[in-house]
């Protein structure tokens, strides 16, 4: 029986000043979410210390985190379609600060491992939902600019995490990397409950499968661990046999799906040329700016003689650069081809990459910082237009998939780019950043072409 479609079918947003407030409740979540993901990086030796335990080990406060929210993303996504948008925001807010409680009470490393898991599992919804939330809370012909914020507070949050992280330890304990979310948390939970719009169409007859999630989690879930475990250089015996599990799982997953009218990972989507070609460029853009920013603080503080402070001074200008053109970018989607702009964008990264890995040895710092800009110009200009493209291809009562197929993408371009940069390491040594930001440039060709080819596909919204 197919699921009848109900509600709201002409909704356009919301209007002001209610709109103003909804913003910014959407934009204080996603902050606090991607924010945490990087907060503890700077951290690490300071929390290994105090609670005793290695270096390898203290990794894992990074990766529960991580993996979590990639297990997560989907599932989530879906029961934004089936409950609301509103409501499974509301329940990630509250599930994210009561996870940051719990850790900024952690006096063991099992412990806080454990509440970073639950603190994962808030961003997981606040992740999985966000775009899909923007997408109801703005009109149809400001989406653009919506997605271009959107993009913009995603760069901030990116750039603020270690900044804040060494501000807060000169003058306090770890515990309060992670107290700072809570009454952020409090304040954003009453103004969602407030100010977020419901869900302005539902599919009705539909249910929430336990065993997709269960499946969905177990995929996602082996497939990032076989990228970490080979990252960190795991005995290749247990790769294989975690590879050899995650392509059953991956197997049986994704028969069951296929066969469903709303699959949790959204085949009914991904048929749409618009929406898959859109979500592999995607991928392809996150797996070059992990690629870009993992190993260029090897090359500066290496081969240029940086220290610490010098190189992450030199890579904020990629964010810098992101805050002013993500949102410059929105504002043109409705006068230029979204693919022509994503090419466009994804073609200066690979531009820049070349410029960087060919950098002669006496290069000044203004150098360094125009190249690794006209990144950040690149990757500003090109996330825009493509997360619009991606939203506007999917049917309206799908939104909460299409946002968590965003994320998704995010997410594994970012780990499998992290990941290309230890193998480059493994096979290159000293040499290996530059065969990084090499290897950057050729990924963010071939997503140049494929950007270049939506242009042939008929635009739809």
Known sequence: MKGE???????????????????????????LSVLDGTICNVALPTIALRLDISPSDSIWIVNAFQLVIMMFLLPFASLGELFGYKKVYLYGVVVFTLGSLFCALSHTFHVLVASRVIQGAGAAMIMSVNTSLIKIIYPKRHLGKGVGLNATVVAIASVTGPSLAAAILSVATWEWLFAINIPIGIVTWFMGRKFLPDNPTRVVGRHFNVADTV??????????????????????????????????????????????????????????????????????????????????????????????????????????????????????????????????GISLMSVSCCLLAFMPQDVSHFGFVWRIMLFGAGFGLFQSPNNHILLSSAPAHRSGSAGGMLASARLIGQTTGAALVAMMFNYFDSSAPYKALLLGAAIALCGACLSSLRLKVRKIN
């Open 5 to 31: 479609i109900t509600g709201n079918l002409e909704w356009d947003g919301l209007h002001r000043p209610k709109i103003y407030y909804a913003i910014i409740t959407t934009f204080c979540g996603l902050f």
């Open 215 to 344: 499946l969905n989690a177990a995929t996602f879930g082996l497939m990032i661990g076989c990228i970490e475990a080979y990252s960190h250089g795991l005995d290749w015996h247990k790769i294989l046999i975690a590879v050899a599990v995650f392509f059953l799982v991956g197997f049986i997953y994704v028969r069951t799906q296929l066969r469903k009218e709303y699959p949790m990972l959204p085949f009914d989507l991904l048929r749409i040329p618009m929406f898959s070609m859109s979500v592999g460029t995607s991928i392809l853009s996150f797996t070059v700016q992990q690629l870009m920013m993992v190993s260029m603080p090897f090359l500066l503080m290496h081969c240029y003689g940086y220290d610490a402070v010098g190189t992450g001074l030199i890579m904020t200008a990629s964010p810098l650069a992101i805050m002013f053109v993500a949102p410059a970018a929105g504002w043109m989607i409705g006068k230029i081809h979204p693919g022509i702009l994503g090419g466009a």
